[in-house]
């Protein structure tokens, strides 16, 4: 996910349904003939698009345990405009469970649609001294979450997310009270690569600092047509409204990341883990915002 705590662009004269292309040029182009969509598949009316339309509303359950990376590893993974900022090596893994739906919040009435796990890491960092967080890989349960990360340069894969979630009634779960237990894990192609755990014991109204900032992501897409110039990669943000935070139990991480992902992943491993987080989380998400054309100032470099 992604937050932006400014507000969204006027839209007073846009209506979003779960079909259709809200008034955005479709990837068949504005005005063009033929079938349309906001996404593939086209389609006459544009109703069988796997995306529908910003705003996109979610609501979800959050665990999150911080710790610390190699700050010159975490500093590779930071494209031409992020700077390590204040706080070098600090990171994130989150886990979360998420329900989602269009404006009109048709895809509720389908669980099946309006539901997902995902679990990601975050890097601390800065755009022209503002801070951010930096999402170098992220993994969820289910195909329309995955499309809609990457037209927004998210750069989710499928993986299987495992979450225990606070219970209210019954002995099968953890209370959010002191003691709480809560754990996540990440499995792919098979093989468990991230086991994560918090017990609470305390509660606060102060977010975590990853998950109170802007996410800087890199769009691009792979060139399938030959142009000459290459892929053009493009540093964007996101346009959120309506953050919401329960109150956020702390206390105790435990992170565990375990090899088949290759070095590049490797290097982002704890060198240190720091406090666990459990809390709810809601946003809006209306679409995205340039922060740098890095392809276009390359280009015209002498």
């Known amino acids: 996910m992604v ?17 259709g292309t809200n008034g955005r040029h479709t990837v068949a182009g504005p005005g063009s003939a033929g079938p349309v969509g906001y996404s ?19 609501s979800g359950e959050v665990v999150m345990v911080d710790y610390r990376v190699d700050p010159d590893a ?8 992020l700077e390590p900022g204040a706080d070098p090596g600090a990171a994130a893994a989150v886990f979360a469970t998420w329900q989602w739906c269009s404006q009109d919040g048709a895809e509720l009435t389908d669980p099946g649609r309006c539901q997902f796990g995902e679990f990601l890491i975050l890097l601390s960092c800065e755009f022209e001294g503002r801070p951010m967080a930096r999402c170098p890989y ?24 495992h979450q225990s979630r606070p219970v209210t009634v019954g002995k099968a779960g953890s209370r959010l009270a002191p003691g709480g237990r809560f754990d996540g894990a990440l499995s792919v192609h098979g093989r468990r690569v991230v086991e994560a755990s918090v017990t609470v014991d305390r509660s ?3 977010p975590p600092a990853l998950h109170d900032v802007p996410l800087a992501h890199t769009l691009v897409f792979p060139e399938w047509v030959p142009s000459g110039g290459g892929p053009r990669p493009r540093l964007v943000a996101s346009e959120v409204s309506d953050v919401e935070f329960s109150p956020i139990w702390t206390g105790s991480g435990d992170l565990t990341f375990f090899d088949g992902l290759g070095d590049d992943f490797g290097a982002l491993a704890p060198l240190e883990v720091g406090s666990g987080h459990v809390f709810s989380y809601g946003e809006t998400l209306h679409g995205g915002r340039l922060l740098s054309d890095y392809s276009v100032s390359e280009r015209h470099q002498p």
């Open 3 to 19: 937050r932006q705590h400014a507000g969204p662009r006027d839209r007073s004269e846009i209506v979003t349904t779960s079909t």
């Open 204 to 206: 606060t109204d102060q």
């Open 138 to 161: 992220a993994w969820v349960d289910q195909a329309v979450p995955m499309m809609r990360g990457w037209v927004q340069g998210m750069p989710k894969q499928f993986g299987v997310i």
């Open 40 to 58: 593939l598949p086209l389609s006459p009316t544009g109703e069988s698009a796997m995306l529908t339309p910003p705003p996109w509303h979610f």
């Open 74 to 81: 975490a500093r590779r993974f930071l494209p031409p405009g």
